[in-house]
């Protein structure tokens, strides 16, 4: 059973089929399956700058291959995969592929693993507010402060766009699951950007308001489609072992 990882017309999937005993690329998807005869383990690793790689599957026994979904590749951009698989006598193989991603949305995950994700395709926008923490002190004898910074970095993101009642509009998350996915109790959530930006953080100020509606037929369970702006504050945090 192949591992296949990426992004199809911007959301994630995950796939069987592929040949046997390497990373391939079939159709903008990747497929990682054990080799065969005597594999016992292998480990998937992720890199999104061909430089540093972060752990996707620890050493991971797997006489099958195992099927996962990579809620951390980059949503716009290129995702550099690499396999090393070893065998019981010790010998290791070593595979690696690039999986390209161009979503135009942005995507909030969050929960285990970041598993829980609204896409945010409509109206997307970023505003952000970077800083230091400083301050100024006045001191007998002067009449101008002396200015100091700290080593407190302050980096906050205001994202806005529109979702819909009704998600076959572009794909979008609907304000229930926006506001779902908000009240997770998870601390960290993932923030994905049409930059080809990850960034980890804290979702606060969440906001939703109607804006306006279409009409359906009669027979729909609601009469009517609601479009809602959201806005919330995306305050970057570090992310537990990074």
Known sequence: MATNIGFDNGAPYVETGADEGRIVEVGGRVAVEPIPT???????????????????????PSPDGVTLIDWESLSYGDTLYRAIATTVEGATAVTEITVEARSIAIWLSGGVGFGETCRLVM??????????????????????PTAYS???????????????DRTFIHE??????????????????????????????????????????GTYDPGEFHPWNAFWGFSFQFTEAKKEGA
């Open 123 to 144: 109206n997307p926008g970023l505003a952000r507010a970077p800083g230091r923490g400083r301050a100024l002190k006045h001191y007998a004898g002067s009449t101008d």
């Open 172 to 213: 979008s998350a609907t304000p229930d699951e926006l506001a779902e996915l908000s009240e997770n109790p998870e601390s960290l959530f993932l923030l994905r950007t049409p930059d080809g930006h990850r960034r980890y953080g804290a979702v606060e100020n969440p906001r939703l308001h109607r804006e306006d509606a």
């Open 150 to 164: 700290s080593e407190k970095v302050s980096r906050v993101w205001q994202v806005t766009g529109r979702v819909s």
């Open 38 to 60: 005597s594999q016992t383990h292998f480990t998937l690793e992720r890199s999104i700058d061909g430089q540093t790689w972060e752990s996707v599957l620890g050493d991971t």
